[in-house]
């Protein structure tokens, strides 16, 4: 049974960085993307980005480059950092795992298959 | 950006009825449409993929499907385990992109 586990710091202050990191417990670590998603309190999801098992990553432009996701993959994690927080960056966080699909031109991620318990964070002065 | 577009908002049903939601997308997302449904302070749970496929568990009552850049679910006999938010979401384009919900709330 494959499961997500993520911790990180709940409170932030503006201005700060926000680090994030997801454990993968069972299941393969080389064959999926791995993603970021946030929901802020009574909205709906956004995507923040993907990191493939090459290391490669993709990052919703909305957040500035302000993102940064990495691999360990010895330890079969990832993780977020999101820099120069403000209030508007509040919400619960996940972390999920995406399957590939494939076409001529490369792999891709698809729809988001496993996914971690969520954390709240706050940014707050 | 790719846009997409659930409609209904909240949809009220009684528990037995048949329950269909939409999402329109922006511009072409081929079948790379996701369906997932979301209980209070819970993740997301992945129900339909390629827009038709059902994940692995999910009840035979759900179904989804396409027309162009138009996208249903369909709950064919709502339960009570049902009622909830549903998102749609395109893995075509970059960014990756969801609708803004749709509830389906007790009537």
């Known amino acids: 049974q494959v499961q997500l586990q993520q911790w990180g710091a709940g409170l932030l202050k503006p201005s700060g960085t926000l680090s994030l990191s997801c454990s993968v417990h069972?299941?393969?670590?080389?064959?999926?993307?791995w993603t970021w998603i946030r929901q802020a309190p009574g909205q709906g999801l956004e995507w923040i980005g993907e990191?493939?098992?090459?290391?490669?990553?993709n990052y919703n432009p909305s957040l500035k480059s302000r993102a940064t996701i990495s691999l360990d993959t010895s330890e079969k994690s990832f993780s977020l950092n999101l820099n120069s927080v403000a209030a508007a960056d509040t919400a619960v966080y996940f972390c999920?795992?995406?399957?590939?699909?494939?076409?001529?031109?490369?792999?891709?991620?698809?729809?988001?298959?496993?996914w971690g318990q969520g954390s709240l964070v706050i940014v707050s002065s | 950006e790719t846009v997409m577009t659930q409609s209904p908002v909240t949809l009220s049903a009684s528990p037995g009825e048949r329950a269909t939601l939409s999402c329109r997308a922006s511009q072409s997302v081929s079948s790379n449409l996701a369906w997932y449904q979301q209980k209070p302070g819970q993740a997301p749970r992945l129900l339909i993929y390629s827009a038709s496929s059902r994940a692995t568990g999910i009840p035979a009552r759900f179904s989804g499907s396409r027309s162009g850049t138009e996208f249903t679910l369909t709950i064919s006999s709502l339960q009570s385990e049902d009622f909830a938010v549903y998102y749609c979401?395109?893995?075509?384009?970059?960014?990756?992109?969801f609708g803004q919900g749709t509830k389906v709330e007790i009537k």
């Open positions: 999920a795992r995406s399957p590939t699909w494939t076409d001529t031109r490369g792999h891709y991620s698809a729809y988001f298959d496993r």
């Open positions: 979401q395109q893995y075509n384009n970059w960014p990756r992109t």
């Open positions: 990191i493939n098992p090459d290391g490669s990553t």
């Open positions: 069972g299941g393969s670590f080389s064959e999926y993307f």
